[in-house]
C-alpha cells in the first residue's frame, strides 16, 4: 500500500471518528493491532462495545463500500475483537457488535451490528 493510499485511509477513519462521536459513541482505540489482524477503531455507545471496519470507495462503480467486508474480513475481525476482550478485562461485561461506516463521496452511512460473530 502507498504512502498516498496510506494517508487516504488515515483521514477516512478521522472522518469516520468525527462522525461517529456526534452521533454518541466514545471511541477508545484507533487501529487496534495484535497478532490476528486490525480493527480500525473500538468505541462505546452507552454500554455496547463497537468494534468497527471504515471502509472508503471513491465511487460505486465496484459495489459500496460495504461489500469489501468479506467473510475473510469478518473473521479476521472477530478474532481480534476476541482478543481485545480478552486483554481488557474491565470491557468483559460489556455487550459487543460489529458496526461498519461506509464512506463515498457522496455520503457516510453507518451500519450498527452489521454482522454477526464468527
Avoid at 77 to 93: E, G
Wanted: with cysteine; proline share 3%.
Amino acid at each position: 500500500m502507498g504512502e498516498s493510499t496510506r494517508a487516504l485511509g488515515a483521514a477516512k477513519e478521522r472522518l469516520a471518528e468525527k462522525y461517529l462521536t456526534a452521533v454518541g459513541y466514545r471511541i477508545i482505540e484507533r487501529n487496534y493491532r495484535c497478532r490476528s489482524g486490525e480493527i480500525d477503531l473500538i468505541g462505546l455507545e452507552k454500554r455496547i462495545l463497537a468494534f468497527i471496519e471504515v471502509k472508503y470507495r471513491s465511487s460505486i462503480r465496484y459495489g459500496d463500500p460495504t461489500c469489501a467486508v468479506n467473510h475473510k474480513k469478518r473473521r479476521t475481525i472477530c478474532r481480534v475483537a476476541s482478543y481485545f476482550r480478552l486483554t481488557h478485562p474491565a470491557l468483559a461485561s460489556y455487550q459487543c457488535r460489529f458496526d461498519i461506516v461506509s464512506i463515498t463521496p457522496q455520503e457516510i452511512a453507518l451500519y450498527r451490528n452489521a454482522f454477526e460473530i464468527c
